[in-house]
């Protein structure tokens, strides 16, 4: 199946959990209208860069009052106008952060309001165009004026399902205030993702960051659609074959298969799982029996941030700014921007690959090694970042130079541990 995105409506509350941001491929940020002011899209559109997820504008109704959730009375003239202000204000602070703003979708009642309405879906569409340009998807229902005005105009659509709200038999959601109309059940979350994704329908599923236990749900939602993403092959007529991503751990995901009912055996490799079963009684979908294993954990408690101050000095720095068409300086602030993960320790005792590093900058490993890396330089190897605990042999390319750092202690081993967070910090001296 085509890969589902999960967006999540964001940068409308105080105080909202960063783990969302790590969880969602795209953020809709608030810009204006019914929420959100310059502050408050700055520490979102600083999240999604460090977390690496797509930027999205959220305009709507311009009532902070009732939140965006009152359809007004406003000409299409009128609208074209403020939603091109709101999608303005985010684009350019996003540019200040270099960041392209890719997706836009209306909130609240102008959601609504614009897809029964084709002379507002259209104003809608064209403020979007006139602040972002023509290259950018525009998320919305499956179907009505708000998908025909997107299309005429040029623009990427995303059809939208809703995993964290009730609908009526006819596929309508439940109006907020009625009762079924916000679900917060994990199964039921879960369920409506499943059905959504699995349908074709739709290519993006929501779950709102003001959604009581938003967190929770979203990993529940993310973890579904990244099973469901995984490529299925069929082996014959009793078997099927699963792409396994790189960092599931082999051992369990041979249990949880082997757990399902229907399942008779099966077989893992480096890259594949290879799911026996009888032909005339299939098991419902083997990779849903992943999900659980691919869930974003929860940052782990007592787990400090460790930061590592950075001198940007790599011999390799110039060669990976031109690359990137990017200048020196700019390579080193998108280095700092991300928060990293330990994803292994390995290579070297105390050498913890960091990941994930922003594409922009990432590059491959050199051609040919170098017979002596520096210990401590800072190196990039295609999606991975790390410290060179040692001087040794080595073909990443060399950024800069961690400083006040130990990467590994004979009495502790390897300082930095698998899950731990890693950012980097510029110094100059």
């Known amino acids: 199946m085509t890969e589902c995105l999960l967006n999540v409506d964001l940068g409308e509350l105080p105080g909202e959990d960063e783990q969302l941001y790590a969880l969602a491929h795209v953020a809709n940020i608030a810009c204006g209208g019914h929420a959100g002011d310059d502050a408050s899209m700055r520490r979102a559109l600083e999240r999604c860069e460090r977390h690496g997820t797509r930027v999205g504008a959220h305009p709507s109704y311009e009532d902070r009052e009732g939140f965006g959730r009152r359809a007004l009375d406003v000409t299409p003239e009128q609208l074209r106008a403020q939603v091109a202000a709101q999608c303005g204000r985010l684009a350019k602070l996003a540019a200040d952060r270099h960041l392209p703003v890719t997706y836009a979708k209306p909130h609240g009642a102008l959601y609504h309001a614009a897809n029964a309405t084709p002379a507002l879906a259209r104003a809608v569409v064209a403020g979007i ?16 004026a708000l998908h025909d005005a997107a299309l005429a105009a040029g623009l990427a659509y995303a059809r939208e399902g809703f995993a964290d709200r009730g609908t009526r038999p006819d596929g309508s959601l439940i109006p907020r205030g009625q009762p079924g109309a916000v679900l917060t059940d994990h199964a ?135 690359r990137a068409g990017l200048s020196e300086d700019e390579v080193a602030r998108r280095h700092t921007a991300r928060e990293y993960t330990v994803r292994c320790v390995g290579f070297l005792p105390g050498f913890a690959y960091l990941g994930e590093v922003d ?71």
């Open 188 to 322: 039921q979350a879960r369920a409506n993702t499943v059905r959504l994704a699995s349908s074709g329908s739709v290519d993006t599923v929501c779950v709102h960051g003001d959604t009581p236990g938003a967190v929770a749900l979203a990993r529940e939602v993310r973890a579904t659609l990244d099973a469901l993403a995984l490529r299925a092959e069929p082996l014959g007529e009793g078997a099927l074959r699963l792409v396994l991503p790189e960092g599931l751990e082999r051992r369990a995901t041979r249990e949880a298969l082997c757990a399902m009912p229907g399942v008779l055996d099966a077989v893992i490799t480096e890259e594949h799982a290879c799911v026996y079963f009888a032909p005339d009684a299939p098991p419902e979908e083997p990779r849903l029996a992943l999900a659980r294993l691919l869930r974003i954990p929860a940052p782990v408690a007592g787990r400090p941030l460790t930061t590592i101050s950075v001198r940007y000095d790599g011999q390799d720095l110039r060669a990976v700014a031109e």
């Open 129 to 144: 165009v006139e602040a972002l340009g023509t290259a950018v998807t525009c998320i919305g229902p499956g179907t009505g």
């Open 359 to 429: 594409p922009s900058i990432a590059v491959p490993r050199l051609a040919t090694p170098r017979t002596r890396v520096p210990a401590l330089a800072v190196g990039i190897a295609g999606g991975r970042t790390g410290v060179y605990p040692f001087a040794s042999p080595g073909g990443w390319n060399l950024i800069g130079t961690a400083l006040d750092f130990t990467a590994f202690t004979a009495e502790e081993g390897s300082v930095l541990q698998l899950g731990d967070r890693v950012r980097f910090k510029r110094v100059d001296r």
